[in-house]
Structure formats: structure tokens, C-alpha cells
């Protein structure tokens, strides 16, 4: 049995995944990992099985024929493994683990039982910006109806991200949060416990990209789960281009789906 499947998706990035699964096959504890790709786009499937065999890290690769989105693309993945572990790391491929031993520390932590998820220290490369937590407290039925309003229409979608754009760039650089309980975690490493994976698995998620910290804090709290921030876990994300080749309206109207979706079924 594999202590932890990590679950990525392949964007017509093929090479960046192949990156990755020599990053993993360099960890502490390797042979207890299986990699787990699921191909949104992908130029050749059969190429990219061949050379992630080459690699000494375990995997499989899934070609669902159909653009599933982030969060439902690496449930899909963990689905068709179908097989025990531990914990599911659902990850970004644009990413470095600082030490060789992220796994180790991870397989070998006596956490609370009820954590079900666990967000690691995740520091932007481009501006040292820390981005865990996500939130440390639960936005209110207002802030969120707002968000709800503000994505639907366009002209406002882009004010506000032009204006949390200036937010970001003002606090760059900020002090490292310490470890801890939180809300919410940050989407490009989401560390979960198997149980959780089977109850997303049978939930109808609305959601094809953009909004998943929100979804993850909310299903957590509402199975009385915990959700944890250990600082002792550190990853620089890389944060590449794959999003930014995507249209502004299309991103504009994921947002917007997302956040209905949520706001009518948590918020209430």
C-alpha cells in the first residue's frame, strides 16, 4: 500500500509534469508515493506513460477524454487509482519542495485526528510572498454574496482582481504565519486525508476551476473536521503561465459558477 498518491493534472504541459515526477522520485520515502496524472490535454498520452515509466517514482496516467477542471481532474485520478493510502496530495506541477525529506516529515507526523487537511508553507518564488494560510477565519454570508455579485459582472471581476493585484504587490515579502488551526488552505497543495477524498467523491461539486479552498474548508467543517497549517512543510511554487493562457471572460465566468455554487450551498 502506498502511504500517499499525489493526484496532478496534465494542461498541455507535459513536460512540467516530468519535471515533477523527478522531483518526487528525489524525496525521502519515494517508494511510498504513486503519482497520479490525469490528462485535461495532453499531445500524446501514450508518450507521456513511457517517459514517467523511465523515472524511479511510481504513477499512472488517466485520459478522461474530456477537460475536467483542477479539483475534479485529481479527484478523478484518486478515483480511478481506487486503491488505500493514507493521504491524497492534490498539487500544482509548477512547484519545488525545499527538502528532500517533505514526505518523510509528512508520512511520520502523529497529527490531530481530526485534521483532514493540512496546507504546507508555500512561498511565491517571484515575490517571497507567503501563501498559507489562505484564511484564517471564515468570510461572512455579506463578504461572500458581494464576491458573488462582483464575479458575475465583468467590468467588476477586473477591478477587483487589478485591485488585489496592488494588495499582493504592497504586502510582498510578509512575516511567515505560524503554525496551526486555520480555515483554509491554499489551492496549488491541498495535503488530505483518504477519508476526505470518499466524501468529495460522492458530492456533486459545481466547480470546474477557481474557488476550491473555500469548497475544501467548507465540506471539512461540515464533517467537524480540522483543517492545519505546518509551517515544517515548505514548497516554493513556481507559479507558471498554464491559467494565463486562459481568456479573461472564461476565467471570469468560472469564478462566477464557483462562487454561486458555493454561496448557495454553505452561505445560505
Known sequence: ?????????????????????????????????????????????K???????????????FDPQVNLGYLHGCLFGLEEFGEEYDYAVISNTDIDFVTYDFFEKLITNDYNRKIGCIGPDIVLKETGKHQNPFSIYRPDKKLMKLRKLVYDNYFLYNLYFMLSKIKNNISKGEIQQK??????????????KKECIDKFLKDNIQIFMYGEELYVAEKLKENQMLLYYDNDLKIIHNENQVTGKIASRRK???????????????WK
Do not use: P
Open 1 to 45: 500500500m502506498y502511504k500517499v498518491a499525489v493526484s496532478v493534472i496534465c494542461y498541455d504541459n507535459e513536460k512540467e509534469v516530468l519535471e515533477f515526477a523527478k522531483k518526487l522520485s528525489e524525496q525521502k520515502k519515494s517508494e511510498e508515493i504513486i503519482l497520479l496524472v490525469t490528462c485535461n490535454k495532453c499531445s500524446d498520452v
Open 47 to 61: 508518450r507521456l506513460k513511457s517517459e514517467l515509466n523511465c523515472i524511479k517514482i511510481s504513477s499512472m496516467v
Open 179 to 192: 503554525k496551526g488551526y486555520v480555515y483554509s488552505v491554499h489551492g496549488s497543495v491541498f495535503i488530505l
Open 252 to 266: 471570469q465566468e468560472w469564478f462566477s459558477q464557483s462562487t454561486k455554487f458555493l454561496v448557495d450551498r454553505f
